[in-house]
């Protein structure tokens, strides 16, 4: 069972940019399938961003695509998620997210997945 803690949020600017990240605990951390996800207030979660266990396949959002990258790097347990050109819509707590898998493909529902982080807060201020 992995345990994931996210960090890296703030405050920032309309324009700026942040990288947060998802350390991980537990379990072997290369046998799972990650992805970001964020709720701002009011709406539901939704997803941001997805990558396969060895970060050879990614996929994303179509509101962050070519603003946001995710990564991870299996032998220091993390993910990240580099976000630039923030905007106020992108304000919302991000969560990461786990998942167990014997091959490597994507998720992008909330429901295939089995593990959440606490979340981090951005504000993105105009």
């Known amino acids: 069972q992995v345990q994931l803690v996210e960090s890296g949020g703030g405050l920032v600017q309309t324009g700026g940019s942040l990288r947060l990240s998802c350390a991980a605990s537990g379990g072997t951390f290369s046998t799972y399938a990650m992805g970001w996800f964020r709720q701002a207030p009011g709406k539901e979660r939704e997803f941001v961003a997805a990558i396969s266990r060895y970060g050879t396949n990614t996929y994303y959002a179509d509101s962050v695509e070519g603003r946001f990258t995710i990564s991870r790097d299996n032998a220091k347990r993390t993910m990240y998620l580099q976000m630039n050109s923030l905007n106020p819509e992108d304000t919302a707590v991000y969560f990461c997210?786990?998942?167990?898998?014997?091959?490597?493909?994507?998720?992008?529902?909330?429901?295939?997945?089995?593990?959440w982080g606490q979340g981090t807060q951005v504000t993105v201020s105009s």
């Open positions: 997210a786990a998942r167990p898998t014997g091959y490597t493909p994507i998720f992008t529902h909330m429901n295939d997945y089995d593990y």
